[in-house]
Each structure stands twice: as structure tokens, then as C-alpha cells.
């Protein structure tokens, strides 16, 4: 197993015999979307963040934390004027993701955190995240559902230091551009980005990238360690279409 925090890279008698010894009981589910980022982002940007920083979080919490199958689709109908985006409806993605969380905590795990990284995700979520917290609470009191989008983590202060525009998150602009630039530049078309309209991804670095994914995981690391000691104090939630 050699520290691995991948539920689906595990089998079952090794999840098996780390729960029975105490370990992973909290669990990421990483969710994100499969569309359209401007003409120079990969369509997978969202989810691939999503996991980066639910990997990081679980490898510095090891072996306390696992991340679980990634809900790679969205929902993302604004976005399917742009061919190549998949989008979920709500009723479906919802129901895919509580039956995840359900699962969870039907094999014992007592924590469970969602990790968005789509907006549009977001509303649908909270929309419904109380009713399930009220139903775990009376199936499942030991439960402890959360649900947060990684970039609620990132101070103002810290977004205004290393951020020339004022996208936070925005979509496919400076700061998301920048990430991809320290955390996966193969995904990044530098020609598209120089010939699109919109030229504020022009504006992103991957030393900013760096930093910002850097103090975004500590700030999850934190908020995870919270969680598991019973402090669930969540940010305040920013939303962006």
C-alpha cells in the first residue's frame, strides 16, 4: 500500500484492514466538471484541481485522510454552448453524489468532505447539504458531513498580494490560469492564450500558481485537522458562475 490515499488504487482487504486499524477515517470526494476554459485551458481543469489539492491535504494528513472516486462531470449547461463540455443534470449529479457520501459512511468512515472545484456545482449543493446532514444525523450519528470550494480557503489579502486582476476565482482567467501553469503546464495552449479576446490569462505566472495552490492545501490541512478534532468551522462561501 506504501502510503497511498487513493481508495480506488487500494483493495479491499488493504481498505479493509486500515479502517480496522484506525486509519482513514475522513474522506475527500474531489468534484469538478469536464468543460470548455477559454481556448487554452484543458476541459479538465476543475476536477484535476480538485484532486491535486485532495491529494496533497491526505498525503500531509496520512494516514488519517483518503480521497475517494472523483465526480469528474458537472453540472454545466451554461457552459454547453462550447462543444467538448459534458454536463449533469442536478437531480442526477446529486443523487450519484449522496449515494458516494452514503457508502462512506455506511463502512464507517466518520468524516467526509466534499472538495468542489466547479461553481457551477456550488448552489445545487448547498441547496440540499442540510437535508443530508439532517438524515446522517438520525441514521448516522457519528457522521460529519462538509462541503466547501477550494478557493473559499485563499485569505483576500493573500489573493490581492499575488493576483494582478481581480478574477477569484473567475473562470479560465489569471487565477485559475496560473494554477495550471504550476501544477499541470501541459495542460496550458500558450498560442490560443495570445490569440483569444479575453487576454487576462496573459496576466498569470506559475510562481503565483505555485503559492497560491501552496496556501490554499495549508488552509485545507487546517480546516481537515478541524474536522477530525470536531472543529468544523467553515469559510464563508464565494460564489461565481
Known amino acids: 500500500m506504501d ?7 487500494l483493495t479491499r482487504r488493504e481498505f479493509r484492514e486500515a479502517m480496522d486499524s484506525g486509519k482513514f477515517q475522513t474522506a475527500i470526494i474531489p468534484t469538478g466538471s469536464n ?10 481543469h476543475d476536477i484535476a484541481t480538485a484532486i491535486y489539492l485532495a491529494v496533497e491535504v491526505a498525503r500531509r494528513l496520512y494516514p488519517r485522510v483518503i480521497v475517494t472516486v472523483p465526480m469528474a462531470i458537472g453540472i454545466s449547461e451554461h457552459h454547453m454552448t ?8 442536478p437531480g ?7 449515494d458516494s457520501v452514503e457508502s462512506l459512511i455506511r463502512h464507517g468512515v466518520k468524516n467526509v468532505l466534499i472538495l468542489n472545484g466547479h461553481g457551477g456545482n456550488n448552489v445545487p449543493i448547498q441547496g440540499v447539504i442540510d437535508q443530508w446532514r439532517l438524515f446522517f444525523k438520525l441514521s448516522a450519528p457519528q457522521a460529519n458531513l462538509l462541503f466547501c470550494c477550494y478557493w473559499d480557503w485563499l485569505p483576500q489579502k493573500f489573493q490581492e498580494r499575488y493576483l494582478k486582476t481581480d478574477q477569484m476565482p473567475g473562470h479560465a482567467t489569471e487565477f485559475e490560469t496560473a494554477l495550471a501553469l504550476a501544477l499541470f503546464p501541459e495542460n496550458v495552449r500558450f498560442e490560443a492564450m495570445r490569440e483569444q479576446e479575453n487576454q487576462e490569462p496573459l496576466q498569470a505566472t506559475a510562481e503565483a500558481g505555485s503559492l497560491l495552490a501552496e496556501e ?20 464563508e462561501v464565494k460564489h461565481y458562475p
Open 92 to 98: 442526477g449529479w446529486l443523487s450519484v453524489l449522496f
Open 216 to 235: 490554499t492545501v495549508q488552509q485545507l490541512v487546517d480546516f481537515v485537522k478541524g474536522m477530525i478534532e470536531g472543529r468544523n468551522v467553515a469559510p
Open 35 to 44: 468543460e470548455q476554459h477559454l481556448e487554452h485551458l484543458a476541459m479538465e
Open 3 to 9: 502510503r497511498e490515499v487513493m481508495l480506488a488504487k
Open 82 to 89: 462550447h462543444k467538448g463540455t459534458i454536463s449533469a443534470k
